[in-house]
């Protein structure tokens, strides 16, 4: 694909440019996050969840079904687990932070 473009000034002067390449390239960090998993488990859950993943994890979190945060831990290491025997029944969104990526995982907790 072709584009060029042009710029009249109002004192005369004329700008433009061609040859523009129009490149398809996605940016973003979903990349990454499809290649960094962490393993949550067990899941249904009902006092401690663990944690496993590749990397270091920093600060844990733990969200109810309406995006309030519930719960939060910082790990520090590769492995980890929260006490979740506070929470009430239902779904939760665990997102785990590591030095190049955020995770989310759900989980079920049950009693």
Request: charged letters at 15%; hydrophobic letters at 40%; glycine letters at 10%.
């Amino acid at each position: 694909m072709k584009i060029a473009f042009q710029l009249n000034g109002h004192d005369g002067v004329e700008f433009g440019f061609d040859d523009v390449v129009v490149e398809d390239t996605w940016v973003g960090i979903e990349d990454v996050n499809k290649k960094i998993k962490i393993n949550v488990y067990p899941n249904p859950v009902s006092n401690f969840v663990y944690i496993i993943a590749p990397q270091n994890l920093g600060q844990v979190d733990v969200f109810n079904a309406t995006g309030a945060l519930v719960l939060s831990k910082f790990i520090g290491n590769c492995k980890g687990s929260i006490d979740v025997s506070g929470l009430s029944e239902g779904l939760y969104i665990i997102g785990a932070s590591t030095a190049c990526s955020y995770i989310n995982s759900r989980i079920s907790i049950i009693r």
